[in-house]
């Protein structure tokens, strides 16, 4: 495996920043950003092969149908879920003439949990 990835979107070479440019004199270049797969987290990530951002936005867009080909998605997907709703005693602060006295009330918390946990 080598240490370095060539930036993937088509245009990189096209964008003006001083960190592209290569050459000398008369014979200076932009040049597609190399990328240094110098840390576990670039190594694992789609910035492995994209540079910025912008890049891989740029990829995305200029190749969105080939991207959605990959993985079509005809119908949604669903989780089942358990929706449970509980109700708590708290207290609430109530203000009037100046003076905060501490009211009870009861508060409904609503949590989803996975009913089983899949991918
Ligand atoms: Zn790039």
Sequence with gaps: MSNYNWCHNPS???IETQSRVRGTGDNKVLRTVKIALSSHYI???IYAYFCNQNCLHSFLNKFRQEVANIRP?????ETPIKVVK???QSHRYQYSNGESNRVPYTSTRTSISLKNSQE
């Design 12 to 14: 990189c070479h096209t």
């Design 43 to 45: 190594r694992n990530s």
């Design 73 to 77: 998605v005809k119908q949604p997907s």
């Design 86 to 88: 509980t109700k708590e």
